[in-house]
């Protein structure tokens, strides 16, 4: 009975499509704090950094992203 109920459980494994980094997509080597539209896209409604997870940046830019995130915080432009 229980070897039922795991085989309807089970659920099909979809295939994710795999996240570009918009960065390298469009071959920018600085993200600058100044642009307060730009960074405001890669948080969250609270002020968080959204993860590379979520994002779908890579590791160089989500470094920089991160940075310049905290500048711009210092300054004010953004919470």
Known sequence: ??????????????????KIC??????????DFKDAELLKKFQTEKGR???????????QH?????VAVKRARIVSLVL
């Not at 918009?22 to 993200?31: A, G, H, L, V, Y």
């Open 1 to 18: 009975m229980a070897m039922m109920q795991n085989k309807k459980r089970r659920l099909k494994r979809r295939t994710v499509k795999p």
């Open 22 to 31: 918009r960065f390298c997509e469009s071959k920018i080597n600085f993200i």
């Open 49 to 59: 950094i959204l993860p590379r997870r979520i994002t779908g940046t890579c590791l």
């Open 62 to 66: 989500q470094k920089m992203l991160s």
